[in-house]
């Protein structure tokens, strides 16, 4: 397997982690629209800013870090992917939806 297989397979199991972790149904719908939105922006901007007027995200980003899908830095405030092949599923997820 080449490289660019092996990283677009990585890439798929990410995705299927996103979603196996969205079908056990813990998220409501509007936790489920923040989750979009931060990966919307983790993927534009290469980072999630946690303001207060965004303090409602942070139950949302503190689930998905607990499953090591994201990654909180309290100390910066900003939200990333746990790793950039977790961004790719991401990427993956936001193309199906």
Do not use: C, H
Not at 9 to 15: C, D, N, V
């Amino acid at each position: 397997m080449d490289l660019e297989a092996y990283l677009k397979r990585e890439a798929w199991l990410a995705y299927t982690e996103i979603v196996d972790f969205i079908a056990r149904g813990e998220f409501s719908q509007e936790d489920l629209r923040k989750f979009e939105e931060i990966a919307e922006e983790i993927l534009s901007r290469g980072y999630f800013e946690l303001t207060k007027e965004k303090k409602e995200y942070l139950r949302v980003i503190e689930a998905w870090a607990e499953k090591e899908i994201l990654f909180y830095d309290p100390l910066e405030l900003r939200v990333t992917g746990n790793s950039r092949v977790y961004e790719k599923g991401m990427e993956i997820l936001l193309e199906r939806f």
